[in-house]
Antibody, heavy 126, light 110 residues
Framework: QVQLQESGPGLVTPSQTLSLTCTVS??????????WSWIRQHPGKGLEWIGY???????YHNPSLKSRVTISVDTSKNQFSLKLSSVTAADTAVYYC??????????????????WGRGTLVTVSS | QSALTQPRSVSGSPGQSVTISCTGT?????????VSWYQQHPGKAPKLMIY???KRPSGVPDRFSGSKSGNTASLTISGLQAEDEADYYC??????????FGGGTKLTVL
């Protein structure tokens, strides 16, 4: 059974870069049909899609965050990562990694997050 | 891009049915059959409940159903149970490889 687990610092200094890694276990990140995604949730608020990456390296980002977001993939480690630059207190949130099911073996398109990590709280504070 | 519009809260008694709406535009909800719904209990990660507007993943009770009319999608929970009390979020494909979430709805089981 595929599982996802986020890891990274829980505290980041303002103006620095937030860095998180998601490790995929029980399956290959290189299997087609999935985008590997980052989503965040501000305290007491709703979900915000950050962006996602295909195993080939193609990335797509939320336009509202695009200039600060870098998503990368390391297929040899079965991991993908998020970097968010120039953080402020407004970036304090629980960050989730998730698998976005994009298309199936018959070629039909889908767009839903079928598996999520447990999430990790990142606080931006000096 | 603006978030999809959901009611902030809904409530119902055990055994009753409730419906949560998710309103977007012709560029997202109305333009694609790629609406999904997620259940989130406090302190937990979201869980997929409905995908492709009306399909249920394996393991999700058939008390949960989804539908769409025009620019509004809906999640209906019938035979409410105490364990259904949670936050619910809709999500829609919005074209150009982008996604939109709704603001979330808190379901209270009275």
């Amino acid at each position: 059974q595929v599982q996802l687990q986020e890891s990274g610092p829980g505290l980041v200094t303002p103006s620095q870069t937030l860095s998180l890694t998601c490790t995929v276990s029980g399956g290959s990140i290189s299997s087609g049909g999935y985008f590997w995604s980052w989503i965040r949730q501000h305290p007491g608020k709703g979900l915000e899609w950050i962006g996602y990456i295909y195993y080939s390296g193609s990335t797509y980002h939320n336009p509202s965050l695009k200039s600060r977001v870098t998503i990368s993939v390391d297929t040899s480690k079965n991991q993908f990562s998020l970097k968010l630059s120039s953080v402020t207190a407004a970036d304090t949130a629980v960050y989730y990694c998730a698998s976005l099911y994009y298309y199936d073996s018959s070629g039909y398109l889908h767009w839903y997050f079928d598996l999520w990590g447990r999430g990790t709280l990142v606080t931006v504070s000096s | 891009q603006s978030a999809l519009t959901q009611p902030r809260s809904v409530s119902g008694s055990p055994g009753q049915s409730v419906t949560i709406s998710c309103t977007g535009t012709s560029s997202d909800v109305g333009g694609y059959n790629y609406v999904s719904w997620y259940q989130q209990h406090p302190g937990k990660a979201p869980k997929l409940m409905i995908y492709d507007v009306s399909k249920r993943p394996s393991g999700v009770p058939d008390r949960f159903s989804g539908s769409k009319s025009g620019n509004t999608a809906s999640l209906t929970i019938s035979g409410l149970q105490a364990e259904d009390e949670a936050d619910y979020y809709c999500c829609s494909y919005a074209g150009s490889y982008t996604l939109l979430f709704g603001g979330g709805t808190k379901l209270t089981v009275l």
